[in-house]
């Protein structure tokens, strides 16, 4: 079992884990960004969209979320329970428990369901599995195929109805998940990276990343305060439910079955929306063994989601990062120069510059980061590049797959998570409503104006940067 956070082409982007902070893209490009948590739209009509797939949304009156992605001839069914609540919501010396949150609520007893382990998980769900943790969601994802389809909706419902921990179950949790912090803040170099530029950013400082790599927070945890913690937050009122794959195909009533399912579960009540905490520009150099050169990250701090220009950004963001991954490339540390993980962690883009083993500080970094933001501004960006952009992440944004991914829909299990993930996470974050206007002004950017953009994306007011500097470089 292996946590990863760097990004992942599709292919292998549904790989089995569980993680903290998981963020992920599509072949170099990023994915969508998260506004105040706010009751979705529900849609008054199931629609079809030109792909043929089948789009239905509806609310049940205990105030589960649910959100459908109908694809005839697809082999399985990705199923999502998406929860608004994440790491944001760790107090100070808590670093962590969200994360053994999600552990405990996916793994404990459940109904007639017996505690699972993470080997007996990996055999009964071949086509995949995940658990990500974000700043301010909680994400639950397994694909079944066909057969396995309602036995998997009704697990997840009394999952949702309440998990039973046992001091056994905390203690291998605990266990489990201070190895992930340490991996993802410490011991893998990329995870470190993206971890620490985001805490180093954080009005409470850098101090945050180190709590979390060494996950104090999580070995404090009581029984009685997870298991009280699972039934305030794990519950309908705070939840979207998302399936994708062959639903009508299956051979169930899938109105029916959820309704009967999850809706005589208990509503509770939806977690509170945290204060917005501003990313505060800084620049730390951090000493690291194992390393012969300094490796860094610029991490970029965005316009809010909710400004009408966030969609010409982030099309221009997409621009970025191609630049950047063809112009720097890729290497065993860094598996990509660009990271915009916009559903996970919409606040920060970051990316990846090469340096050299001379290169002691902060500003190598910034000027290769800059010569290639000027070389960007200065080529010729044409209209198919455009609607190539467009064309790329529209499927993620609620629109219609093209040909290709349409066709690999109906065989590949990481496309039907992504599409079960993503729609969870839209709805979550704003419903239909938010995402049909954010897809107009997306699609109408369709003229080159990279140049509007250009000092937005140098400007030190807008960057967080965390350097590796080699031990025996480190000035003393």
């Known amino acids: 079992m292996k946590l990863v956070i760097a990004p992942h082409p599709l292919s292998t982007w549904f790989a089995r884990s569980l993680g903290h902070r998981t963020a992920w893209t599509l072949g170099g490009f990023g994915l969508l960004a998260a506004i105040a948590l706010v009751p979705g739209t529900a849609v008054a009509e199931p629609q079809r969209l030109a792909d043929t797939t089948i789009v239905d949304a509806w609310q049940l009156p205990n105030g589960l979320r649910v959100v459908t992605r109908d694809i005839q001839r697809a082999r399985a069914v990705s199923m999502t329970l998406a929860f608004g609540t994440g790491s944001e919501q760790d107090a100070r010396g808590h670093e962590g428990r969200a994360t ?126 997870t298991q009280g913690a699972l039934r305030t937050l794990y519950v309908p009122a705070n939840a979207v439910l998302s399936l994708a794959g062959n639903l009508e195909g299956s051979g169930v009533d899938v109105r029916r079955a959820i309704e009967s399912e999850f809706g005589g579960i208990a509503s509770g009540t939806r977690a509170p929306e945290l204060p917005s905490q501003p990313i505060v520009p800084r620049i730390k150099l951090v000493e690291r063994g194992g390393i012969d050169r300094p490796v860094g990250v610029i991490g970029i701090i965005t316009p809010a989601l909710a400004d009408t220009a966030h969609p010409s950004f982030y099309l221009h963001s997409l621009l970025v990062g191609g630049h950047m991954t063809q112009t720097w490339g890729r290497t065993d540390q860094i598996p990509s120069p660009f990271q915009y993980s916009l559903l996970d962690d919409p606040e920060l883009l970051r990316l990846y510059p090469p340096v050299t083993p001379s290169d002691l500080d902060s500003s190598r970094i910034r000027e290769a980061y800059n010569e290639g933001i000027l070389a960007l501004s200065r080529s010729t960006i044409t209209y198919e590049e455009y609607s190539q952009l467009h064309e790329s992440v529209m499927w993620m944004l609620g629109g219609p797959m093209n040909a290709d991914l349409g066709r690999r829909s109906r065989t590949d299990p990481g496309v039907l998570a992504v599409l079960s993930t993503t729609a969870a996470m839209r709805e979550l974050w704003g419903g239909e409503a938010f995402w049909t206007s954010y897809r107009e002004r997306f699609l109408a950017v369709k003229r080159p104006e990279f140049a509007r953009w250009a000092d937005y994306f140098v400007s030190p007011s807008h960057q967080v940067q965390v350097v590796f500097v080699p031990s025996y470089l480190m000035p003393k």
């Not at 086509?127 to 057969?147: K, M, N, P, S």
């Not at 340490?182 to 993206?194: F, G, K, P, V």
């Open 100 to 225: 053994l949150l999600a552990h405990l609520a996916f793994l404990s007893a459940a109904g007639e369901f017996p505690e699972r382990t993470l080997a007996e998980l990996e055999a009964a769900r071949p086509l995949g599995w995940r658990v990500e943790v974000g700043r301010r969601h909680t994400r639950l994802t397994e694909v079944a195929t066909i057969e396995q389809f309602p036995g998997v909706l009704h697990q997840f419902a009394q999952r949702l109805g309440g998990v039973t921990a046992t001091a056994a179950s905390l203690a291998a949790a605990k266990k489990s998940v201070v190895a992930q912090l340490s991996e993802n803040y410490r011991d893998r170099l990329a995870n470190a990276l993206s971890c620490q530029v985001r805490d180093l950013g954080a009005p409470a400082g850098y101090d945050v990343a180190l709590a979390y790599a060494a996950g104090t927070g999580v070995e404090s945890a009581t029984l009685r305060e």
